[in-house]
């Protein structure tokens, strides 16, 4: 059974002796220090496997590359297409605008 010291509400606990109090702070800070440890090893353990789920992650995964070997004026010519695209999306999307209802 490990030595402990006596509580502050301990009668028999010595007053001469303020190391106790000393003892006890110190005893609580540890405590704390240990359960912080064990909060930052799970949260850690939780981040390892977010990462490992992020680069085990589906092959099919969209992606785009920008310029791969492609002739600078059809990567322009292809990105103002998009813009166009997009452009006439959101006029759509306006009241009045093709396609919409307009209100009034």
Same mark, same amino acid.
């Given at each position: 059974?490990?030595?402990? $010291?006596?509580? #502050?509400?301990?009668?028999? @606990?010595? &007053?001469?002796?303020?190391?106790? *109090?000393?003892?006890?702070? /110190?005893? !609580?800070?540890?405590?704390? $220090?240990?359960? #912080?440890?064990?909060?930052? @090893?799970? &949260?850690?353990?939780?981040?390892? *496997?977010?990462?490992?789920? /992020?680069? !085990?992650?589906?092959?099919? $995964?969209?992606?785009?590359?920008?310029?791969?070997?492609?002739?600078?004026?059809?990567?322009?010519?292809?990105?103002?297409?998009?813009? !166009?695209?997009?452009?006439?999306?959101?006029?759509?999307?306006?009241?009045?605008?093709?396609?919409?209802?307009?209100?009034?």
């Amino acid at each position: 059974m490990e030595p402990t $010291a006596p509580s #502050e509400a301990d009668p028999a @606990r010595p &007053e001469s002796r303020p190391d106790w *109090r000393s003892l006890s702070h /110190l005893r !609580d800070r540890v405590e704390a $220090a240990v359960r #912080e440890i064990e909060r930052l @090893r799970a &949260e850690n353990a939780d981040l390892a *496997r977010r990462v490992a789920e /992020l680069q !085990d992650g589906p092959a099919s $995964a969209p992606s785009f590359r920008f310029g791969d070997g492609d002739d600078p004026d059809a990567l322009k010519a292809r990105v103002q297409g998009f813009i !166009d695209l997009v452009d006439g999306l959101l006029q759509a999307d306006e009241p009045g605008g093709d396609g919409s209802p307009s209100d009034g």
